[in-house]
């Protein structure tokens, strides 16, 4: 396939991705994270080795916000659950 429809079609995933991400989406994370390892597969393929160096930083980047949003989300569960809790004791 011509590299520069494999670069065109992996920056629409990723930016799907960062779209989804953006929308709470938990698949925006995984999309992003796959994007990621499509891209290494491309700098491989193409002999591109700066990419190498932006898959591991996208991913890192990914990685983290993931986790940043997955402890928000239980901390914001457990608030609620705890207010529900609150509400029928009283």
Avoid: K
Avoid at 44 to 63: D, K, N, P
């Amino acid at each position: 396939m011509n590299p520069q429809l494999w670069s065109w079609l992996l920056t629409a995933v990723g930016v799907f991705g960062l779209y989804l991400a953006g929308r709470r989406s938990p698949w925006g994370w995984a999309v992003g994270i796959a994007a990621q390892v499509l891209w290494f597969a491309y700098a491989v393929s193409t002999r591109q080795w700066g990419f190498l160096v932006s898959c591991f930083a996208y991913g890192w980047v990914y990685l983290r916000n993931f986790r940043q949003w997955r402890a928000e989300l239980r901390a914001t569960d457990a608030e609620t659950n705890n207010e529900a809790g609150a509400e029928v004791s009283s």
